[in-house]
């Protein structure tokens, strides 16, 4: 979509990507998604959270067509997927898959980051050029030329994470970006999303309800293959019944909140807000114990 486009689009605020998904079913009967009703709007992070086989990768992977509902419809930028037009979908929603493996097929990054350009028709040198400048917005330049597989979890994110940018879509989806790295490589990929926000929507699953505090616009929590509700971080993580509908405990930075007896009102659920509810509390204190030795 161009630049233009995209702008109308933000403009009249119609969904980048609506779902409508009375049913899928996997071809051994389960049913993966039921009864779901699920927008990205221009200019936000969406996460979704839940336990294991809630439903998260399954609504993801139709938000591109590459799972389509038994009943229901996908429509994307105005236009309603067919199975003559998937191709859009795909074009306009980037998939970051959980495995960054599924991604890799070149011998070397920049290859690998031009791959799907060159696919679609795009003329080498034109391809290593939009390959270049998608490295380089995820601040990985300096692995152009190593072998893919040779790279760390983290750095595999980032490089599938270019290859998706490179292809200028609206809405980008990162399945469980985070899982399986360590405190210092997670921390890594999350600032990259938080880089390209500023560039596209985002929609992401994550079982680090911390970070889905931290990044995310709305929070939808999933359960039995359904959207049982949603809100944003402050609506959701204090949301004690919500939670355990899904069998999720609050975040870290809630039960902190709490346990020291700040304010309900307050809410805080990032590490931010606690320190400067916390700053504000002994400021407090000290004002008080001030006055009271006058």
Known sequence: MSDSQKSTVGDSQRPLVDLQCGRHTYPDGTVGIHD??????PDEVVALVGGNGAGKSTLLEHLNATLVPDEGELVVDGTE???????????????????PDTQLVAPTVIDDVAFGLQNDGVPPEEARRRARAALERVDASHLEGRVPHYLSGGEKRLVGLAGVLALDPSVVVLDEPLAGLDPERSQLVADRIRQIRELVSVVLSTHDLGFAAEIADRVCVMADGDIVGSGTPREVFYDDTLLERANLVPPRVVRIGRAVGLDSTARPVTEADLVTLLDDETETLADESREATH
Do not use: K, M, P, W
């Not at 199975?83 to 074009?91: I, Q, W």
């Open 36 to 41: 779901v009703a699920f927008s990205v709007s």
């Open 81 to 99: 997927i067919t199975g003559d037009n998937e191709s859009l979908a795909r074009r306009e929603v980037g998939f970051v898959f959980q495995d």
